[in-house]
């Protein structure tokens, strides 16, 4: 508990006084698309240099939702038998990359051999974006369902949308060999 600078607990389910259940789910996906062109810097008969240019576009998408359920079942406690409290915690991220690819390419050719050695840098604009949202329910049997803003892991002080935009530079490096085992067939 942030507010009060101590820790906090949350009773779900414990045999006699509550029966309940969490739920958590979560989804996150990404996506990423490159153009760009090779441009050869130099050649001999194994090997080449290329310079590689063009443009990047990256999106990691996260999300997570937490739902808490439980019911009293403590007869003889200070709140009433069938008291039900529920809470929903929504956290969701997208960060989206634009930027673009500045890198070299060095390839050999060793008979039936091939190596690679690719080092390329992209440079651009990353916007992040935050939307947190929650809410909590308590129902009483026989009176009118009080709902309020704020879950487990969400408040006040943490609910809403945000987003920023952070210059980003986006770093790959790749090693690749292959075997040519037929003028058709290769293994990498």
Known sequence: DIAAGANDALL???PGLRSGEVNIAGTGSVVGNDIYGRYLLCRDSLCRLDFITGWNYTRVTDQIQINTSSTVTEIGGNV????NSSTVDNFS?????NGGILGLEWQRDCGVWQSRVLARMSIGNMHEQIQITGSSRVTVPGQTPVTNNGGVFTTASNIGAQSRNEFTAITELGYTLAY???PNTQLT
């Open 80 to 83: 009433p038998v069938g008291t």
């Open 12 to 14: 779900i389910a414990y």
């Open 180 to 182: 040519r085992f037929a």
């Open 93 to 97: 991220a997208t960060n989206t990359f």
